[in-house]
């Protein structure tokens, strides 16, 4: 069991950090979130956390997040800054290194990049490197841990592999797609972070840190595409530069060009582990492989897109609604709401009641014969209808959905089972709102591959169309006597 520490996180708005915060207060600890962004740190719900608006690369707020800390996090990189990345980082490595020994933080655990410098490093693992070298010039013991491609859904270099297998059915493949890395699974990775906090007060450290194989960008790419079912042909062709593979990633991926080209430069050199010593000081973790850490990428996000409210994916695009709906991991989301003068309780009366002879409040028509439609290529069709009952349960079929998951007087959701290329999902959610209900419609598609996004993008005006038709329906039956 650990012991309860007073912990300052920096990142929690980020990737790691955002997967780290929960863990960290489920176990006990105290913990102070020092972010830009207050808004946008996500505690779990009945967990109290103390968040500081303050700036790292400005120095401000640094003591007053760090009082009384006895172990910081430090989680933070400028890869994405318009401006000198690597003086961005120094700056900000020297005024938290700073801020921690003046009020006397005992650690610091922070997250660097797996590279050796005897090697030649990249301006982002140079400047990683710098930044724990900084760190560790204060009176703290800083812990180190330098990974390598880390495996999990949001992660930079999977959503790079993700993109690159989803969306090209031929895979151009400069040199850097066959370098060495040692992947590690976020799992993982989490797991050193939080044994971290109990290693014995001796000198700082560097651990290297990676999962249980080492494999290459394009092994990882033939992986996620077995488990996605897909068939990607890949041609190697030499003479791409990391600054036209950088540009070629901002074409076919989400990356940003500076990001993609940051990126590429930091794997053009072999990223494996060279010293175990991770292993024998947590002998209790055991890296798992990259086939399993891919699994659980993508297991770990069907867990998490169960959990989670698809609306949130829209709120996290940004203001504004995005031609064909956002992106969540693999899948695309179109979520839209209405405020209706009802109860929730009427509000979702109307909606346990859609489907079969009830239809579907608009469009029936085009309901219709998408069920002719799905009945010509071997699928289930409009023809099952509503249970005999009358009342909705998980596992009923509903014309040719199937109800996933219900919560009276709250959320219906619905699973596709007409044939697609992918998954699809109908939500239905009623929460309490302004003018008495908000209904919130949101539909999501997980395509497989080039061909299932194609659909989906074809097809988005029509469905646009019909959801909006079918939320307004909706609302408009709610209000009747």
């Known amino acids: ?13 980020g990737y790691v950090g955002g997967r780290l915060l929960p863990l960290l207060v489920r176990q006990g600890h105290r ?3 020092l972010t830009r962004r207050p808004e946008a740190i996500r505690c779990p719900e009945g967990y109290n956390v103390n968040v500081v608006r303050g700036d790292v690369v400005a120095g401000d707020q640094l003591e007053e997040a760090l009082a009384g800390v006895d172990t910081a996090y430090y989680l933070i990189h400028s890869m994405g800054a318009k401006r000198d990345f690597e003086a961005a980082d120094r700056g900000a490595a020297r005024h938290f290194a700073a801020a921690a020994q003046r009020v006397g933080v005992r650690r610091i655990i922070y997250l660097g990049g797996l590279a050796h410098d005897d090697s030649p490093l990249s301006p982002h693992l140079r400047s990683r490197h710098e930044v724990g070298r900084l760190l ?7 812990l180190e841990f330098r990974a390598s491609i880390i495996i999990g859904s949001g992660s930079l270099s999977f959503e790079m592999v993700r993109s690159l297998v989803e969306r090209l059915p031929v895979m151009v493949t400069p040199r850097w797609v066959w370098v060495l890395a040692q992947p590690i699974a976020i799992d993982d990775l989490l797991a050193y972070l939080v044994a971290a906090l109990d290693t014995p007060d001796t000198a700082s450290r560097i651990y290297e840190i990676g999962g249980a194989d080492q494999v290459t960008y394009g092994e990882l790419m033939r992986v996620y595409a077995r488990e996605r079912g897909l068939r ?4 190697p062709v030499p003479v791409i530069t990391p600054h036209l593979s950088s540009l070629w990633l901002g074409l076919v991926t989400p990356l940003y060009a500076r990001v993609g080209r940051k990126l590429v430069e930091s794997i053009v050199h072999p990223t494996i582990v060279k010293d175990a010593a991770a292993l024998t000081d947590f002998p209790h973790i055991q890296p798992m492989g990259m086939q399993t850490a891919v699994q659980r990428a993508l297991t770990g996000e069907e867990i998490e897109f169960a959990t989670t409210r698809w609306s949130d994916a829209l709120s996290a695009a940004g203001p504004g609604r995005q031609w064909g709906g956002v992106t969540f991991g693999s899948r695309l989301v179109d979520s839209r709401s209405l405020d209706v003068p009802v109860s929730p309780e009427k509000a ?15 469009w029936n028509g085009l309901w219709r014969l998408r069920g002719a439609l799905d009945l010509l290529v ?4 409009m023809r099952r209808g509503r249970p005999p009952s009358g009342v909705l349960r998980p596992g009923d079929a509903l014309d040719f959905w199937r109800v996933e998951r219900i919560e009276p007087g709250k959320l219906l959701r619905l699973l596709a089972e007409m044939k697609t290329p992918g998954r699809a999902w109908l939500e239905f959610e009623v929460t309490p709102g302004p003018a008495g209900s908000r209904i919130r ?16 993008y074809a097809l988005y005006p029509l469905h646009a169309l019909v959801f909006r038709g079918m939320l307004r329906g909706i609302a408009r039956v709610a209000k009747q006597p």
């Open 441 to 456: 419609q949101t539909a999501v598609f997980d395509p497989v591959g080039l061909g299932g996004r194609l659909y989906w």
């Open 348 to 362: 979702f009366r109307t909606i346990r009641r859609i489907g079969g002879t009830n239809g579907w409040y608009a």
């Open 232 to 235: 990607r042909p890949m041609l």
């Open 378 to 381: 071997g699928g289930v069709g």
């Open 31 to 33: 913990v102070t979130c």
């Open 136 to 142: 560790r010039e204060t009176a703290c013991q800083v």
């Open 1 to 13: 069991m650990a012991h309860i520490r007073s912990i300052c996180l920096t990142g929690a708005t």
